[in-house]
C-alpha cells in the first residue's frame, strides 16, 4: 500500500487482505480496510518495567534439528515479541517496521478476551454458565444453538455444525467472514454476524466432543452484550483494558449492522497483549486491582475429567499434550507444568507459564492461517524462554560478557 | 444503533448514514460506518484555559424576528459548541450525548485543514502553487484537471465540470461519494477518489470563476501526498495536529483503495476544532511555534481583486457579502472587518474573527445537507456572541448576577 494510488498490484482491500502477499500491512492496518469500534484505553496506565537481555542464542530443539530462539523469530514471520518474566521486561522486539504503537490484529486471541469478558459478567450475575443460549438470546431458538447450555458455548462443546476449513470458501468460516464484513457479502450471505448465527444447525449433542468453533465465540459475545446491555468494544474497555492499565485503545472489527467480530477483530499493540497476559498470569489482578476473578481463571486451569478427555479425543492432543479447552483458552501440560494459551491465526500467540512467571506474546504473519510447524517451533521456543528464564541462565550475562570481549 | 444487533430501522450502514435520522449517529461514529486512517496526536498537548460564561441570552436578530444565542443552538440542530475569546474558552457545551472525546465528523471543514498543509508544503518549496496541476499528477493529463494551476485548484476556480447538488444521485457530488466509499459502490463507478478525478471535464476555462467543488479539493489532495511523498492523514498529523497541541487523535475516512477523502472525511472533537480556529487567528500560531505560514494565512486574507470579483458573480455574495474564497477559505467582510470560516454540510462551523479575537466552532446535525436558514441564523450568532465579548458586556456577570438572585 504504498503509493498515491498504489499500484494495483499492491493494493489491499476488503477482498483480498488476508492473502499471504497483503497481511503483513493488512494486520497493522485492520481499522483502513474495514469499520471498527474503538476500544478505548483512558485509565492509569500500568508500567511495564524493563530489563533488557538477548534471548536469541537459547537453543531450541525442533523436529528437524537444533535450533535457537533468534532463528525460530525469523523463519515464523515474527511482527513483535515481547517476554515478560515476573512482570519485568526480558525482550521487546519490533520487526519489519513495527512499532510500539502499532496496533496489529490478534485474530482469535480475541476469543480469550471476550472469554475473560463473560469471566467478569459471571462473576456479576449477569451471566449464568448453567443457563440456556436461548434465554440470553431467543433468536436462536429453532437454530443448532437451541438446546446449548453458556458453557457448552464457552468451552467449544455445542454440537453446531460448523467447519473451521480457512482453505475452502464455502465452509462455515468463510461464510460467517463474509456475513461479517471480513470480505465482500455474496447476495446469498446474512447480513452480519448474528443473523449467521441463526443460520446454523447442529451435527451432534451439546456438551460432549470439543470442536474449535469461531462461531461459539460470536455467540459468546452476543449473549455478553444482551447480558449486559453494552456492546462488546465498551465492555472490553470497561472490564479489561482499562483496569488492566492498557496504554493504547485497541479496536475490534464490526460487520455492517454494528456488530463487533468477537471471535477474531481485535487489533492491539505489543504492550498491551503482553499486559493481558501478565494479568492471565497474575491470577487475573492487575497491581490491587482483581479484574478478571480469580476463581474465574483458576477454574479454567483445573479441568473436570469431561473437559480433559473431550480434548484428548481430538487431533489438538498431539500439538497440546495432555491440553484442555476451556473458557476460550487454550491448555496444553508439558513436564513443568499447565500452560495456558491464547492463539490466533497466522501466528498470534499469548504464552502464560505460572510455573515459570514467564509472559509470552509474539504477533506474527505466517503466509498460512494454520501452520503446524510453525505452531510447533514457537511454542518449543517459548518452553525454552521459559526454562532458561527459571534456571537463572540469563541472556544478559551472555551479551555482557560478550560485550566486555568486543571491548 | 441501540441493540444486539439494532433492529433494522434503527441500523445505520454505509447505504443510510447520510439520511436524516442516522445523521445524528453516523456523524459520531464514522469510523463504525467506513474505513478510517488516524490522525495521530501525540504530541503536547495545548491548554484550553477557560472563564465559562452563559452567553444563552444574547440577543440575535435573524430575518424572521428577534431570537437568542440559546435559541439558534436549539433550532439548529447543535452537537457541541465552544467559543473561545482572546484564547480563553468562554463556553464549551455538549449536546444530545456528546462529549469531549467524541469524534464529530466535521465536513467540508476538511477543506480548509488540508489546505493548511497545502500551505505548509508550499512554504517548504515541495508545492508550487503556479506549477501545473499535471506536474504533481501526470494521471490527469487529458482530463478536466489538464492546464489548470495548482492555484486554481486551492482557490475553486478550475474549470472542472462538477455539480455539488447533494439533492440528486446522479450529480458529480454523489458519483464521487460512491467512488470513495461513502456510499455503495455501483458497477459503472470508478473504483477510489483518484479514479473518479480522472474522469472529470472541463465546462469553462481555468482560474476563471469560482465554482464550489469538493472534487478540487481531492486534487488538492492528491498532490499534497505527492509533492510529499506520504499519506494525508500523517500529513495533517505532523504539520497541523501535533504541532497546534491537538489533544486526540482524529480521523479521515478512505476509499477502498486507501485514499482519504480529503474534501469531507476528517472526524475531530470540538476541542480539537477549537484549536485549529484558534490556531488560524493567531497568524498560524500554537504558543511559540508557528505551524501554519504566517504569509500564507496573510495571503489569503488579502484577496486579490480577482478573487473577490469571481465570488461576487456567484450565489454566495448574499450570504457572505463581501466575502471570498482562498486557499480552502471562506471569508466574508461584516463591518466589523474580515472573517475567516471553514465550513461543512449540516452544520460544521470554524468561525476566525481577528478583529473581536474571537473563534467560534460548532458541531452539527442539519437533517438537510444545505439550509440557508440555519446557516444565516448562525453567522449571526456568532457575530452576535463577538460583538458581545468585544464590548466587555459578558454574559458571566449576568450570569452571577442571576445566581445571586436565586441564591
Redesign the interface.
Known amino acids: 500500500?504504498s503509493g498515491?494510488?498504489?499500484s494495483p498490484p499492491q493494493?489491499?482491500?476488503?477482498s483480498n487482505w488476508q492473502q499471504p502477499a497483503s497481511l503483513r500491512w493488512s494486520f497493522r492496518h485492520m481499522?483502513?480496510?474495514?469499520?471498527?469500534?474503538?476500544i478505548v484505553a483512558g485509565g492509569a496506565v500500568r508500567p511495564l518495567p524493563a530489563r533488557e537481555r538477548d534471548l536469541g542464542d537459547i537453543p531450541v530443539s525442533l523436529a528437524d534439528g537444533p535450533s535457537t530462539v533468534a532463528k525460530v523469530l525469523d523463519t515464523t514471520y515474527t511482527d513483535g515479541l515481547l517476554v515478560l518474566h515476573d512482570g519485568v521486561v526480558v525482550t521487546e522486539r519490533y520487526f519489519e517496521g513495527m512499532a510500539p504503537s502499532t496496533r496489529h490484529l490478534v485474530m482469535s486471541v480475541s476469543k480469550s478476551i471476550v472469554g475473560c469478558v463473560a469471566g467478569v459478567l459471571v462473576e456479576g450475575g449477569q451471566l449464568d454458565p448453567g443457563a440456556p443460549v436461548t434465554a440470553y438470546v431467543p433468536e436462536v431458538a429453532g437454530s443448532g444453538y437451541d438446546g446449548a447450555r453458556v458453557r457448552d458455548v464457552l468451552d467449544m462443546r455445542t454440537g453446531v455444525a460448523f467447519s473451521e476449513a480457512y482453505t475452502s470458501e464455502d465452509s462455515e468460516v468463510r461464510v460467517m467472514e463474509r456475513s461479517m464484513g471480513w470480505a465482500p457479502r455474496r447476495p446469498d450471505d446474512p447480513c452480519?454476524a448474528?443473523?449467521y448465527l441463526t443460520t446454523l444447525r447442529t451435527e451432534g449433542p451439546h456438551g460432549a466432543g470439543f470442536v474449535y468453533r469461531s462461531c461459539d465465540t460470536d455467540m459468546l459475545g452476543?449473549m455478553c452484550?444482551?447480558a449486559a446491555g453494552r456492546?462488546m468494544a465498551d465492555l472490553v474497555s470497561t472490564h479489561i483494558w482499562q483496569p488492566m492499565g492498557a496504554e493504547f485503545d485497541g479496536d475490534i472489527t464490526?460487520d455492517?449492522?454494528?456488530?463487533a467480530v468477537h471471535d477474531g477483530g481485535i487489533s492491539t499493540t505489543l504492550r498491551d497483549l503482553a499486559r493481558f497476559g501478565q494479568l492471565l498470569l497474575d491470577d487475573g489482578r492487575s497491581g490491587e486491582r482483581q479484574v478478571v476473578p480469580a476463581a474465574w481463571l483458576a477454574d479454567a486451569y483445573t479441568p473436570t475429567p469431561d473437559v480433559r478427555e473431550a480434548f484428548a479425543r481430538t487431533d489438538n492432543e498431539p500439538m497440546l499434550p495432555g491440553g484442555w479447552y476451556r473458557d476460550q483458552f487454550w491448555f496444553f501440560h508439558p513436564e513443568s507444568g499447565p500452560v495456558l494459551l491464547c492463539l490466533g491465526i497466522h501466528g498470534q500467540l499469548v504464552f502464560v507459564d505460572r510455573g515459570t512467571r514467564t509472559v509470552v506474546v509474539k504477533q506474527s504473519s505466517w503466509p498460512d492461517a494454520q501452520n503446524a510447524d510453525h505452531l510447533a517451533a514457537t511454542l518449543r521456543a517459548c518452553l525454552a524462554i521459559a526454562a532458561t528464564l527459571a534456571s537463572g541462565r540469563s541472556g544478559r550475562t551472555r551479551a555482557r560478557r560478550g560485550a566486555r570481549r568486543r571491548r
Open positions: 500500500m498515491f494510488p498504489p493494493q489491499v482491500n476488503l481499522r483502513e480496510v474495514i469499520p471498527t469500534h474503538p452480519g448474528y443473523a452476543w452484550e444482551r456492546r464490526c455492517s449492522v454494528g456488530t
